[in-house]
């Protein structure tokens, strides 16, 4: 039974440039939530997709978007890339289900470094 | 964007000793979560808690929930080298909504 997998793990990119990160969930999970963790720092909500609609988003300006395919897996995506978007992108998804007791599963991320 | 206050940052202990950590929040939770992270990996769950005063185990791993509802702790019993990684608490505030608001991370170094 496969995890959570993202691609790529790891990503290059100009200032100004435009990314997009994909996200297959763990076997029968529904809802992907996308986190950004900067170096040394605890992950940060970015935003929620679940039937293919954002649910919820956290801080993060519009240049933070995404998308959920009906095989519920994901895109971010990042437009006008900054310096300060290094990070690693975790992507985690959890099943609608099984209420509150649906812990987040998390796959090892994508590092984005921005130069 | 919020992070959940950790202490210690850090941590050097020897092999078989006890850590202890704790997580303190400004605004109440009502699920309090406690995840490790190695180097190139996403954060694993260890322990869940849902309810106020609620003290859980998983093996070497204890937590509980803070009466306040405002923070958690967790220990580790006669530690060993696999413990070592990067310890997060996370705290959700609504049942169902999966916004998780984690802390800043304790990293746990064991020296031989």
């Known amino acids: 039974d496969a995890g959570v997998t993202q691609s790529p793990t790891h990503l290059i990119k100009t200032r100004g440039q435009q990314v997009t990160l994909r996200c297959s969930p763990k076997s029968g999970h529904d809802t992907v939530s996308w986190y950004q963790q900067a170096l040394g720092q605890g992950p940060q909500f970015i935003f929620q997709y679940y039937e293919e609609e954002e649910r919820q988003r956290g801080n993060f300006p519009d240049r933070f978007s995404g998308h959920q395919f009906p095989n519920y897996s994901s895109e971010l995506n990042v437009n006008a890339l900054l310096l300060g978007d290094s990070a690693l992108y975790l992507c985690a998804s959890s099943s609608s289900g099984q209420g509150r007791n649906s812990p987040l599963h998390f796959g090892n991320g994508t590092r984005l470094t921005v130069t | 964007g919020q992070q959940l206050n950790q202490s210690p940052q850090s941590m050097f202990i020897q092999e078989g000793e006890d850590v202890s950590m704790n997580c303190t929040s400004s605004?109440?939770?009502?699920?309090w979560l406690w995840y490790k992270q190695e180097p190139g990996e996403g954060p694993v769950l260890l322990i869940a808690l849902y309810k106020a005063g609620e003290l859980t185990s998983n093996g070497r791993l204890t937590a509980q929930f803070g009466i306040t509802r405002k923070d958690s702790f967790l220990n580790i019993s006669a530690s060993i080298p696999s413990d070592v990684g990067i310890y997060f608490c996370?705290?959700?505030?609504?049942?169902?909504?999966?916004?998780?608001?984690f802390g800043t991370g304790t990293r746990l170094t064991i020296i031989p």
């Open positions: 605004s109440i939770f009502n699920t």
């Open positions: 996370a705290g959700r505030f609504n049942f169902g909504n999966e916004k998780l608001t």
